[in-house]
């Protein structure tokens, strides 16, 4: 079955540890997308890509990386600098023209210990 | 920049009742999205309605494009229809990244 996969579910970091999160798409989608969740509130956008080899920062990009070296995969790098980033994150995937019918992954919660 | 307002924040239901949704927006939009996500955190995409009407079992909702907002309709409600539905837009012209409201959480009690 087509769908999107995050990985792993869970994370933990230390203070001052990069942590990379990973999202696959085999739906032959060409947009992907990161958003951000806290408790309580709507999601907000990280960073997205139309195309492989480009991407755009979005609400909250500071402290965040990411790269789509492949059309599957857009993973995102929760770096040292992002200075709160427990929080529930989510990868989504579209079509990339106006349909834009989303599909989201299962998400990644991620907590600072 | 756009403001996405969803009412009402919260909502307590007995199973088999009726409830409606209400999703404001501040300014023009291309599309208009409407999520279920489930108590584990899963996001699932219930309607892709920018404007009309639509329907899917006991879900259906309907935009007014030109005075701003959506409503879903959720009829004999289910304990599993708990969770948090959201409304979200997006524009052509933006990637198509989506701005949420803030939600509303949903439980249905047996």
């Known amino acids: 079955d087509g769908g999107i996969t995050q990985s792993p579910k869970y994370l933990f970091r230390k203070e001052g540890q990069n942590v990379t999160l990973s999202c696959e798409q085999n739906?032959?989608?060409?947009?992907m997308y990161w958003y951000r969740q806290d408790p309580g509130q709507g999601l907000r956008l990280i960073y997205y890509?139309?195309?492989?080899?480009?991407?755009q920062k979005g609400d909250i990009a500071e402290g965040y990386s990411v790269s789509r070296e492949k059309k599957e995969s857009f993973p995102l790098t929760v770096t040292s600098a992002q200075k709160n980033p427990t929080a529930f994150y989510l990868c989504?995937?579209?079509?990339?023209?106006?349909?834009?019918?989303?599909?989201f992954g299962s998400g990644t919660r991620l907590t600072v210990v | 920049g756009i403001q996405v307002e969803q009412s009402p924040p919260d909502l307590i239901l007995q199973e088999g009742a009726n409830s409606t949704l209400r999703c404001n927006f501040s300014?023009?939009?291309?599309?208009l999205q409407w999520f279920h996500q489930n108590p584990w955190g899963q996001l699932i995409n219930l309607f892709y309605?920018?404007?009309g009407t639509k329907q899917n079992g006991r879900l259906s909702a309907t935009t007014v494009a030109t005075e701003r907002y959506s409503l879903l309709y959720i009829s004999s409600s289910q304990t599993t229809d708990s969770g948090v539905y959201f409304c979200?837009?997006?524009?052509?012209?933006?990637?198509?990244?989506?701005?949420f409201g803030q939600g509303t959480e949903l439980s249905v009690k047996p």
């Open positions: 989504a995937s579209t079509i990339g023209h106006k349909d834009y019918g989303y599909t």
């Open positions: 739906l032959n989608h060409d947009a």
């Open positions: 890509s139309q195309i492989v080899n480009d991407f």
């Open positions: 300014d023009s939009v291309n599309n």
């Open positions: 309605i920018p404007s």
């Open positions: 979200a837009v997006s524009f052509y012209n933006q990637g198509g990244k989506l701005i």
